[in-house]
T-cell receptor
Framework: GESVGLHLPTLSVQEGDNSIINCAYS??????FIWYKQESGKGPQFIID?????DKRQGQRVTVLLNKTVKHLSLQIAATQPGDSAVYFC??????????FGTGTSLTVIP | ETGVTQTPRHLVMGMTNKKSLKCEQH?????MYWYKQSAKKPLELMFV???????ENNSVPSRFSPECPNSSHLFLHLHTLQPEDSALYLC??????????????FGPGTRLTVL
């Protein structure tokens, strides 16, 4: 089956620093990717998405980078704030319109 | 708020009980999903409904029974569950009838504990 993995299960950053969360995917034919944020006690919240015809996409304080050569996805959060503390996970849309989700990286922002 | 609501938010039930989880989406979407989220595991897709028709069932045990009476409502009926079924059950919806390359929006989930 498909697998979407995250390199680090936990990440701690100082408030104001930039955060980088990584994700590896296994299916080179996947053509759509999403980053979700899940705060404690809540459901996953859409952050940003990217299609495979792009390498980079920017949102408000967030940037997603896609490297199809090595099947790697990253989420960059600028000027990380305490409210950014959450679990972040990526999802890939593989052939057959099936979404596969990673296990998540827990981001802790230190004030 | 994501526009997808779920009730109840917390549920504790015995193995012989029958209960139902409810999901409602206010986004005008055409597809709805049930996921199971267990600790330190990826989201597991359970059921997909597109235009009120079940299009996918990922080999879920029959003790879980979905119902989609219309495009805005989705239920998950539970009976004779096992303790290992304890998890966060998430409902999601998306615009496209068959999901796919389209963002899924999630509800807050129901935290289920089976005693």
């Amino acid at each position: 089956g498909e697998s979407v993995g995250l390199h680090l299960p936990t990440l701690s950053v100082q408030e104001g620093d930039n955060s980088i969360i990584n994700c590896a995917y296994s299916n080179s034919a996947s053509d759509y990717f999403i980053w979700y944020k899940q705060e404690s006690g809540k459901g996953p919240q859409f952050i940003i998405d990217i299609r495979s015809n792009m390498d980079k996409r920017q949102g408000q304080r967030v940037t997603v980078l896609l490297n199809k050569t090595v099947k790697h996805l990253s989420l960059q959060i600028a000027a990380t704030q305490p409210g950014d503390s959450a679990v972040y996970f990526c999802a890939e849309n593989a052939p057959g319109n099936q979404f596969y989700f990673g296990t998540g990286t827990s981001l802790t922002v230190i004030p | 708020e994501t526009g997808v609501t779920q009730t109840p938010r917390h549920l504790v039930m015995g193995m012989t009980n029958k209960k139902s989880l409810k999901c409602e989406q206010h986004l005008g979407h055409n597809a709805m999903y049930w996921y199971k989220q267990s600790a330190k595991k990826p989201l597991e897709l359970m059921f997909v409904y597109s235009l009120e028709e079940r299009v996918e069932n990922n080999s879920v045990p029959s003790r879980f029974s979905p119902e989609c009476p219309n495009s805005s409502h989705l239920f998950l009926h539970l009976h004779t569950l096992q303790p290992e079924d304890s998890a966060l059950y998430l409902c999601a919806s998306s615009q496209e009838p068959r999901g796919g390359r389209d963002t899924q929006y999630f509800g807050p989930g129901t935290r289920l504990t089976v005693l």
